[in-house]
C-alpha cells in the first residue's frame, strides 16, 4: 500500500530537504506527490525551460526510496503567461475578468492556454516519463475548484456556440427542444446565443443546464489532450489520474474518469470556517461517490487532511484519534493510497494556515506520531484489506446534470442538494447498510434497494431501467420532486411524478415550496411508521394514491387527507414515495422495514459509529469507527471470533470502542 505526503520542495531550503526527507523515512511513507505548482520554476519565460530544482529533488527523493508522483503544474499558469496573453483569464458571470494572484485563473476555452499547457506537459513528460523514481503522474489539481468550472467571457461564448451547433446541428431543433418562443428568445443566428452572464431576472433553465454540460465536456477536452501529451512519452507503469473534488462543480467526472487509470479524490472532513468536522454519513458519501466514478474501482486519496485547514479562516483543529479514523474510513470503502496534505505548513502564501504532518516550526509532535501509528497499525494485512470487496446491497442513484438542475432551480431558500441527498442516504449510512452511488450505466439486478433521491430531471434511459428493475422483483424509493423534467430541463406536461406516476402508484396535482419558518406535519397511518410523526422541511408533494398504499398523511386543515409517503406494488415488485422532507428518524424506520423485507444487511450501532465491511475468499474484514469526540460506545459483534491485526487482540460477543476509535477486525470463513 502506497502512504504519502503532498511536498513542495520550491518553498523550502535545499539544505532542509535532508532533514525532511529523513524524517519522512524514519515515518514510513513510501510516495512524494510534489510539482503541481511549479510552473513558473520549470518555464521561468516563455519557451525557456529549467528542471534544475526538481531534478535535484526527486534524485534525493529517489536516493531514499522514495516514489514520486508528479503534478502536471496547469493548475497556476505563471505571471509571465498571463502578462503576454491576458486572454487566457477567465471572466466571472458579471463579465469582470479574473485577475492574476491566485490559482486556476484560465478558461480551459483558450486555445493559447491549451497549447502552452500542452507544451509544458510535453516537456515534463519527455524529463521525466522514463524517471525510475516517477510512478504516475496527477493532471492539473483540482479542476474546476473555487469557481474556475465556468467561465463568461468572449472566448467562452464563442466555443459554447460552436458547442451548440455541434449538439443540435440546427437552430429551428435548439429553438424547440429550449423553448424559446418564451419571452421572445428565440434564435435566429448561433452568434446570438449568449453565455449566461447576469441579466435582470433569470435565465432559461435549458440554456443554463446545456452551459454546464459544455463547460464540464471542455474540461474533459482539455484534461484529454493533457492525457494524450502524457501517453506519448511515458511508460505503461507510469499511471496517470487526477484529483478530484465533489462540490457541484459543473464537471463530469464519470466521463473524465474514462480517460484516466483511476481517480484521486482530495479529502478534508473539515476546512476554514467550520467549528466541526461534517457529519460520518457526508464524508462516506463522498468516498461512495469516488468509488463510483469509475464503477466499483479503488481511488487515491491524493490529499489527505493532516492538520487544521484554512486561508484566511482557521477550522477545526483534528483531535488526537482523527487521522486515523480518517484514513482507516477512506480505506474502508475503496482508497488503495493515502498521501497527507502536507508535510509542512507553509511560511508564507495563500495556505499559511493549511496546517500540515509538521507545523510551522518544522518540528515532529503529535500528528506526526499520529501517521506513523496509522502506518504501523497497517503494516502487514493493508494490500490485503485493500484487495479485499466492498459488497453493496443498496444503490443510491447520482447524476451530476441532476445537481445542475438543482442549483438553476433550488426552489425554497432551505434547499440544499448535498444537504436534501443526505437526507436519505444518512439513515443507510445510520444503519450500516452497504451501498454503492451509481449512474444509469450500471446494471441495477445486482442491488436489492435502489434508492433515487431528489429525481427532479429525469433520463428516459434510466426511467426504463428502473420500471424493468421493479416488475423483476426490485424495490425503489423515490423523494420528493421525482419527475418533473426531461433531459432538456423542461417540465413535464404530464401530472406528477410523470413518466414515473404508473409505478408509483400516485399522482401529484399540488405541491408546496416550505422556506423558512414553514414545515409540515406528517402522522404515520399504516405499516412500520403507524403511531409516528415528523416535521417535514423544504418540500410537500400532496400525494393522491392511484394503486399505492398510504403509509402517512399530512396533518393540516387543508390537506389533511393527502398521503404524504406510500408504497405500491408494481410487477413483482415494490416503489416507495416519500413526499416531504421528513426527519431522520422517520426515514430510518422506513429503510428497516425496507432492508429486512429485501434481505439487505443491516447493523444497529450507537449513534456516530461507522461499520464497514469487506470480503475476500477466505477472510471478513470489519472496520469499526467511532466518530464520537465524547463518549466510547459499546457494540454488539456478529457472531464468530474476531482479531485485530495491529494488536493480536481476540474479540467476540461485545465491544467497546473508545471516543474517536478506530480498528479493523478479521474474521477467517
Not at 433515487?452 to 425503489?476: A, C, E, M
Request: aromatic share 14%; glycine share 6%; with cysteine.
Amino acid at each position: 500500500m502506497y502512504i504519502g505526503v503532498d511536498y513542495y520542495p520550491e518553498q523550502w531550503p535545499r539544505e532542509r530537504w535532508e532533514t525532511d526527507l529523513q524524517m519522512m523515512k524514519e515515518l514510513g511513507i513510501n510516495v512524494i506527490r510534489i510539482a503541481e505548482f511549479g510552473w513558473s520554476l520549470m518555464e521561468p519565460e516563455e519557451g525557456t525551460f529549467d528542471f534544475t530544482l526538481y531534478d535535484e529533488a526527486i534524485k534525493r527523493m529517489h536516493s531514499y526510496g522514495f516514489d514520486v508522483v508528479l503534478g502536471t503544474p496547469t493548475a497556476t499558469p505563471p505571471a509571465w503567461l498571463i502578462e503576454k496573453y491576458p486572454e487566457v483569464l477567465p471572466v466571472d458571470d458579471h463579465g469582470h475578468v479574473i485577475s492574476f494572484g491566485a490559482r486556476r485563473h484560465y478558461t480551459v476555452n483558450s486555445e493559447v492556454y491549451q497549447l502552452l499547457s500542452k507544451r509544458i506537459v510535453t516537456e515534463m513528460a519527455k524529463r521525466y516519463g522514463q524517471h525510475p523514481a516517477v510512478i504516475g503522474w496527477q493532471v492539473d489539481n483540482e479542476y474546476g475548484h473555487e469557481k474556475s468550472d465556468r467561465s463568461y467571457g468572449d472566448i467562452d461564448q464563442t466555443a459554447f456556440q460552436s458547442w451548440l451547433k455541434e449538439k443540435y446541428d440546427s437552430l429551428d431543433a435548439l429553438n424547440e427542444r429550449w423553448g424559446t418562443v418564451f419571452w421572445s428568445q428565440t434564435y435566429t443566428r448561433w452568434s446570438q446565443i449568449p453565455v449566461p452572464r447576469k441579466v435582470y431576472q433569470e435565465h432559461n433553465p435549458s440554456l443554463l443546464l446545456d452551459f454546464d454540460r459544455f463547460c464540464a465536456e471542455m474540461y474533459n477536452r482539455y484534461n484529454r489532450m493533457q492525457v494524450e501529451v502524457l501517453r506519448t512519452f511515458i511508460p505503461e507503469r507510469q499511471f496517470i489520474t487526477h484529483n478530484f473534488v465533489y462540490t457541484g462543480l459543473a464537471q463530469d467526472q464519470k466521463e473524465m474518469a474514462k480517460d484516466l487509470d483511476f481517480i484521486s479524490f482530495d479529502n478534508y472532513p473539515v476546512w476554514g470556517g467550520l467549528a466541526d468536522p461534517i457529519s460520518p454519513a457526508a464524508i462516506a458519501r463522498q468516498h461512495d461517490l469516488c468509488r463510483g466514478t469509475k464503477n466499483g474501482k479503488g481511488y487515491w486519496v491524493m490529499e489527505e487532511l493532516s492538520g487544521a485547514q484554512g486561508w484566511s479562516q482557521i477550522g477545526y483543529n483534528p483531535r488526537p484519534g482523527h487521522l486515523k479514523l480518517w484514513t482507516y474510513q477512506a480505506i474502508s470503502r475503496g482508497a488503495e493510497a493515502i498521501v497527507y496534505f502536507r508535510w509542512r505548513a507553509a511560511r508564507y502564501g495563500t495556505e499559511q494556515f493549511c496546517h500540515g504532518i509538521l507545523d510551522h516550526d518544522g518540528k515532529p509532535r503529535r500528528k506526526y506520531d499520529e501517521v506513523k501509528e496509522v502506518i504501523d497499525s497497517l503494516s502487514g494485512f493493508a494490500d490485503e484489506w485493500i484487495a479485499s470487496d466492498y459488497k453493496a446491497d443498496v444503490a443510491f442513484y447520482h447524476d451530476p446534470e441532476n445537481e445542475w438542475a438543482w442549483q438553476i432551480q433550488p426552489h425554497s431558500d432551505q434547499f440544499e442538494y448535498v444537504k436534501e441527498y443526505l437526507r436519505f442516504y444518512e439513515p443507510a449510512h445510520s444503519l450500516n447498510t452497504q451501498a454503492n452511488i451509481i449512474r444509469d450505466d450500471e446494471d441495477l439486478s445486482r442491488y436489492k434497494v435502489v434508492v433515487v433521491p431528489i429525481y427532479f430531471l429525469t433520463k428516459k434511459r434510466f426511467n426504463d431501467q428502473l420500471k424493468d428493475y421493479v416488475k423483476n422483483g426490485g424495490t425503489v424509493v423515490f423523494s420528493y420532486r421525482t419527475g418533473v423534467k426531461d433531459e432538456d430541463n423542461v417540465v413535464t406536461e404530464e401530472t406528477l411524478p410523470g413518466d414515473l406516476a404508473e409505478m408509483c402508484g400516485i399522482e401529484v396535482p399540488e405541491y408546496e415550496s416550505l422556506r423558512a419558518d414553514k414545515s409540515s406535519h406528517v402522522n404515520g397511518q399504516a405499516g412500520v411508521l403507524e403511531g409516528l410523526s415528523s416535521d417535514g422541511e423544504v418540500w410537500s408533494d400532496y400525494i393522491e394514491t392511484t394503486t399505492a398504499d398510504v403509509l402517512a398523511t399530512y396533518e393540516d386543515s387543508w390537506f389533511q387527507d393527502k398521503a404524504a409517503i406510500t408504497k405500491n406494488n408494481y410487477g413483482q415488485g415494490t416503489v416507495y414515495y416519500i413526499g416531504s422532507g421528513v426527519e431522520s428518524a422517520m426515514i430510518r424506520k422506513l429503510y428497516t422495514s425496507i432492508f429486512q423485507e429485501a434481505g439487505v444487511r443491516s447493523s444497529e450501532t450507537p449513534e456516530k459509529v461507522e461499520l464497514v465491511w469487506r470480503e475476500s475468499s477466505d477472510q471478513t474484514y470489519l472496520a469499526v469507527l467511532n466518530h464520537d469526540v465524547e463518549e466510547s460506545h459499546k457494540i454488539s459483534l456478529p457472531e464468530g471470533e474476531w482479531s485485530e491485526n495491529s494488536t493480536g487482540n481476540s474479540y467476540s460477543g461485545e465491544l467497546m470502542i473508545p471516543r474517536l476509535g478506530s480498528m479493523v477486525l478479521v474474521k477467517q470463513k
